[in-house]
T-cell receptor, first 116, second 113 residues
Framework: AQTVTQSQPEMSVQEAETVTLSCTYD???????LFWYKQPPSRQMILVIR??????QNATENRFSVNFQKAAKSFSLKISDSQLGDAAMYFC?????????????FGQGTILTVHP | EAGVVQSPRYKIIEKKQPVAFWCNPI?????LYWYLQNLGQGPELLIR????????DSQLPKDRFSAERLKGVDSTLKIQPAELGDSAVYLC???????????FGQGTRLTVV
């Protein structure tokens, strides 16, 4: 079974600084996807960034980028120029490809606090 | 465009009572998901629909949970009877087809007392 582990229950960062959230996963599949979701107090899960396992290039979305280390099964999220609105719970998630796409396996989450 | 709409936002019931949650996906999205999120944890998939068909319900506790998606649009998740351990957030999500981004609703927070 696939597992996703986030070893940092909480992280904090100063506004405008950079923070990195860690995630490791375990799978024997070759076709899979990795995601970072943000969940603010409103509870609505918002997709931050997605990485296809077959792509070597790390995904980037504005201030958000990932460091995808396939051999090490590591998938970290870097937030640059942190803003107060980035404060939320962040979840790393995995999805097998093919017909199982959309069945997300989530990590335990990391609470990110942004200090002004 | 309206997002995924769930109701109610909050529900408090006594144990052994029935409860139902409703989800209206984004228009045109044929794939719908129900996730369970316990406090301080990541969501876990309960059931996934493609149109009217439940294609993955292996994690749904069928002794007390049931779901339906009539006409392949709205969906209802029911618990009967509810237990104290069912207190959690129930999230609904939808996607255009299975391999596109899933959009989540704001969830229903259930408290069983």
């Amino acid at each position: 079974a696939q597992t996703v582990t986030q070893s940092q229950p909480e992280m904090s960062v100063q506004e405008a600084e950079t923070v990195t959230l860690s995630c490791t996963y375990d799978t024997s599949e070759s076709d899979y996807y990795l995601f970072w979701y943000k969940q603010p107090p409103s509870r609505q899960m918002i997709l931050v960034i997605r990485q296809e396992a077959y792509k070597q290039q790390n995904a980037t979305e504005n201030r958000f980028s990932v460091n995808f280390q396939k051999a090490a099964k590591s998938f970290s999220l870097k937030i640059s120029d942190s803003q107060l609105g980035d404060a939320a719970m962040y979840f790393c998630a995995y999805s097998k490809g093919g017909t199982s796409y959309g069945k997300l396996t989530f990590g335990q989450g990391t609470i990110l606090t942004v200090h002004p | 465009e309206a997002g995924v709409v769930q109701s109610p936002r909050y529900k408090i019931i006594e144990k052994k009572q029935p409860v139902a949650f409703w989800c209206n996906p984004i228009s045109g999205h044929n794939t719908l998901y129900w996730y369970l999120q316990n406090l301080g944890q990541g969501p876990e998939l309960l059931i996934r629909y493609e149109n009217e068909e439940a294609v993955d319900d292996s994690q749904l506790p069928k002794d007390r949970f049931s779901a339906e998606r009539l006409k392949g649009v709205d969906s209802t998740l029911k618990i009967q009877p509810a237990e104290l351990g069912d207190s959690a957030v129930y999230l609904c999500a939808s996607s255009l087809i299975r391999d596109t981004e899933a959009f989540f609703g704001q969830g229903t927070r259930l408290t069983v007392v």
